[in-house]
């Protein structure tokens, strides 16, 4: 059974920054894509980035380019989303994605103005 846990969540102001990690023990990181989404009060998960399996190529939601940054440490099976330049509404519980329909807890984010 594979297990995600996200950590790194946090409020901050406008303008702020917040890395968050994804860890995977046990798991066979280093073979599949990852991904990040999120969640708004009343509104549905939507995707926010992924990473291929080995780092090479990157996907982003539009309204996170330029601010969000995915990456990952195969050797520490972790992935990373670093985000800066926060805005109100990047205010979501973030959630870490894996191949075959794995989620992790999710972890909070706020973002005040």
């Known amino acids: 059974q594979v297990h995600l846990v996200e950590s790194g969540g946090g409020s901050v102001q406008a303008g702020g920054s917040l890395r968050l990690s994804c860890s995977a023990p046990?798991?066979?990181?280093?073979?599949?894509?990852m991904a990040w989404f999120r969640q708004a009060p009343g509104k549905e998960r939507e995707f926010v980035a992924a990473i291929s399996f080995d780092g090479s190529s990157t996907y982003y939601e539009d309204s996170v380019k330029g601010r969000f940054t995915i990456s990952r440490d195969n050797a520490e099976n972790t992935v990373y989303l670093q985000m800066n330049s926060l805005k109100p509404e990047d205010t979501a519980v973030y959630y870490c994605f894996a191949p075959g329909g794995v989620w992790g807890q999710g972890t909070q984010v706020t973002v005040s103005s």
């Open positions: 046990g798991y066979t990181f280093n073979d599949y894509a």
